[in-house]
């Protein structure tokens, strides 16, 4: 390799590592941004909130959905170990994460927001395939712990994993909505663990 070769692979890594923290920064004031106040309505928006230009923004971001997806997805991945408890069973999980979000309503807001965008799939394609994949790795993850609860005996085995998991995801997903629009009435947390009672209860009935 020549010289010349070298410095300009040397070059690319510096942009490369350049333009990779640039767009962690961006992301890190839309979450600032989203946790505060909310989702804003539009792109140029977004960035003149957070003091990035649209060209910047659309640089390292094809469009608003774009970016309001990797927020989510990046905020979500910087809390998975706070939350994420191995032995934690479906429900005690969702109040671990209904615990965390209670202080960020701005980005329940956002979860909100992308839930109801995916809903319309040719307006919103890049949501609607994030959201799916987020609903099936939750459930998959709900279900894997139901199952390690009626393994031990704490779960009817009467009870469908698939099925439970589900609901679980449901519950916590309508509290928080709920508790978005009155806050002051709906306690997720206490609901959650409610649903942990009845859940091998309603099954023994059945």
Do not use: C
């Amino acid at each position: 390799m020549t010289s010349d070769a070298v410095g300009d692979a040397s070059d690319a890594g510096r942009s490369y590592r350049k333009g990779a923290a640039r767009r962690a920064e961006i992301l890190s004031k839309a979450i600032g941004l989203f946790a505060a106040h909310g989702v804003e309505a539009s792109l140029r928006a977004i960035g003149d909130a957070i003091g990035v230009s649209h060209a910047a923004l659309r640089y390292y971001f094809a469009s608003r959905d774009e970016l309001l997806v990797e927020v989510y997805r990046t905020h979500e991945g910087a809390r998975h170990g706070e939350v994420i408890a191995e032995g934690s069973s479906a429900v005690e999980l969702m109040e671990l994460s209904a615990e965390s979000n209670r202080a960020i309503p701005g980005l329940i807001e956002l979860y909100a927001t992308l839930t109801t965008d995916a809903l319309q799939a040719q307006r919103h394609p890049v949501t609607r395939e994030f959201i799916q994949a987020r609903f099936e790795r939750v459930r998959a993850d709900l279900a894997r712990r139901i199952r390690e609860g009626q393994a031990s005996g704490i779960i009817d085995p009467g009870i469908d994993p698939d099925d439970a998991a589900a609901l679980v995801a449901a519950a916590s997903d309508g509290l928080q909505l709920q508790w978005l629009l009155h806050p002051d009435e709906v306690d997720i947390r206490r609901s959650l663990a409610l649903l942990e009672r009845v859940l091998p209860a309603a099954a023994k009935k059945a």
